[in-house]
């Protein structure tokens, strides 16, 4: 029903309904509202179920279809090792762990060079974790993934990290020193994975047992390790913690190179 208003004798307007225009702007605001809580529930539900695959143990069967696949190319069918590979006989749970967990193993198609590098593991945690074992308990023997207690001491780390591993890895864990079979750098190293490095000896390293190194001894040096990934540079600029060698260019270029265009634009004008 349409309203009239008279404005004078002569004229009168008529005015039409005027049409509900909050109804499509609370339509909009419930859209905008409702799009991120939407989508910060995918995110969520797709987590959970990502947490509640990693989470779920595989069966002994999957770990042994996964070494066919993936492992016995290589290493053979009961680990005994073949032309293409070396055997896992006595190696333990700690070696398989640490090639494996540090995506080193099994060895990608373009790998060609004498060196095996880092990278993404291929496997959940928990399909390595059962990968570890059935091949430890196909092969048997060999030290197990070894328990690292936390509150090491990094000083006391820092003395034995120099002394046995800073000639390879050189003093910030940065790698290096060996021709074609570089040492890696440790940054990116778990605490689980220093400590079956040290007692596995991976590639061109050497081990480290119990009577080398003690379980709080491994501990402290895996908190020293640890501190370099993180240092606290009381110094100043850490210049990349390349080293003195770093420290001195950057003493002989800025310094004594400010001093010399200096002199030279005093000797210009006197």
């Known amino acids: 029903m349409s309203r009239r208003e008279s404005l004078d004798p002569g004229w009168e307007v008529?005015?039409?309904?005027?049409?509900?225009?909050?109804?499509?702007?609370?339509?909009?605001?419930?859209?905008?509202?409702?799009?991120?809580?939407?989508?910060?529930?995918?995110?969520?539900?797709?987590?959970?179920?990502?947490?509640?695959?990693?989470?779920?143990?595989?069966s002994a069967e999957r770990a042994r279809t996964i070494f066919l696949a993936d492992c016995a190319v290589c290493h053979g069918s009961r680990g005994s090792g073949t032309a293409n590979g070396p055997s896992l006989q006595g190696v333990g749970a700690a070696a398989i762990d640490y090639w494996v967990s540090t995506g080193r193993m099994p060895l990608p198609q373009n790998h060609h060079g004498t060196r095996i590098d880092r990278h993404k593991p291929k496997y959940s945690r928990a399909e390595i974790n059962a990968l570890v074992a059935y091949v430890a308990?196909?092969?048997?023997?060999?030290?197990a993934i070894p328990h690292v207690a936390p509150g090491g001491d990094p000083g006391a780390g820092g003395v034995l990290y120099r002394l046995n591993c800073a000639a390879c890895h050189s003093w910030a864990g940065t790698g290096g020193a060996l021709e074609d079979r570089e040492a890696p750098n440790l940054f990116a190293a778990t605490p689980t994975q220093i400590a079956e490095a040290v007692r596995t000896g991976p590639d061109a390293m050497p081990s480290f047992g119990e009577a080398a190194i003690s379980r709080r001894q491994l501990s402290d040096v895996v908190a020293y390790i640890q501190r370099l990934d993180h240092p606290n540079d009381r110094g100043g600029a850490a210049l990349g913690?390349?080293?003195?060698?770093?420290?001195?260019?950057?003493?002989?270029?800025?310094?004594?190179?400010a001093l010399l265009i200096a002199t030279r634009l005093i000797g210009t004008r006197t």
């Open 241 to 257: 913690h390349a080293g003195p060698l770093a420290e001195g260019a950057v003493a002989i270029v800025l310094g004594l190179g």
């Open 14 to 58: 008529r005015v039409r309904p005027s049409a509900d225009r909050t109804a499509p702007r609370t339509v909009s605001y419930a859209i905008v509202l409702a799009t991120p809580l939407l989508i910060g529930a995918i995110v969520f539900l797709s987590a959970r179920g990502t947490d509640a695959r990693e989470q779920a143990t595989p």
């Open 137 to 143: 308990q196909l092969t048997g023997g060999g030290p």
